[in-house]
C-alpha cells in the first residue's frame, strides 16, 4: 500500500483558539470563504489574524492565488465547523455570495480553486478521505469526505454560516479527482 504524505506548506501558527492535539483520524474535509478579497498576499493576513487574540476560530489552511499557509497542525482541533473534532478545515480568501458564482470565473478565483483543489487531493490521499463530495444529507448518515461549512451548519446545527455560497462545486471535484489521480501516477509504491 502507497503511504502519500501530508501536504507541508509553510507554518503561520499557532492559531489563539484551537483545541487539543485528537484531531485524527481526519474524516472529512470542510472547505470556508474567509470574508475577505481572492488576492495573492490574503492568506498571510488571514493567517495573522487567526494568530490574534481577536479571531474567534481558526483553520488549518488558508489559501489565496498565490500561496497556501498552514496556521494548525493538523493532528490538532481547529475551530472553523462545529463539530470539528476529526476534520480539516480549509479557508479560501473569498467574498461569498448566496446568489452568484460569476466571482469564481476571474483570473484570482480560478488560480486559488486550483491550489485548493491539489491540497484538497493530497489531504483525501495522506488520510483516507473519500474523494466525494458530502452533502448536509450524507455528513448527517456518517459519511466522510469533503464538504463546506454551509453543509456542516445544516447537518449539525452548531453554526449558521453559509459559506462559500454559491461555488463551482462539480468544477472542484472534478479538479481534486484529477490531482488524485496524477499523485498516484508521481507517487512510486
Request: net charge positive; hydrophobic share 30%.
Amino acid at each position: 500500500m502507497t503511504t502519500y504524505p501530508p501536504p507541508d506548506p509553510p507554518y503561520r501558527g499557532p492559531a489563539s483558539h484551537h483545541g487539543d492535539a485528537d484531531n485524527k483520524p481526519i474524516r472529512r474535509i470542510v472547505l470556508h470563504s474567509t470574508v475577505s478579497p481572492c488576492v495573492p498576499g490574503g492568506a498571510e493576513d488571514v493567517a495573522r489574524y487567526f494568530r490574534s487574540a481577536d479571531a474567534g476560530g481558526s483553520a488549518h489552511y488558508v489559501v489565496d492565488p498565490s500561496t497556501v499557509v498552514q496556521v494548525v497542525y493538523d493532528s490538532t482541533t481547529a475551530y472553523h465547523a462545529p463539530p470539528n473534532q476529526h476534520s480539516i478545515g480549509i479557508e479560501m480568501c473569498d467574498m461569498p455570495s448566496a446568489t452568484t458564482a460569476a466571482r469564481w470565473d476571474d483570473a484570482n478565483h480560478r488560480l486559488m480553486l486550483n491550489r485548493v483543489a491539489l491540497l484538497t487531493a493530497q489531504l483525501c490521499l495522506a488520510y483516507g478521505v473519500p474523494v466525494a463530495y458530502r452533502s448536509a444529507r450524507g455528513l448527517k448518515r456518517g459519511q466522510h469526505g469533503v464538504t463546506t461549512h454551509h453543509q456542516v451548519s445544516v447537518a449539525f446545527g452548531q453554526s449558521t454560516h453559509w459559506d462559500p455560497g454559491k461555488w463551482p462545486r462539480r468544477r472542484f471535484m472534478r479538479k481534486v479527482r484529477r490531482n488524485v489521480r496524477q499523485l498516484r501516477r508521481d507517487t512510486p509504491p
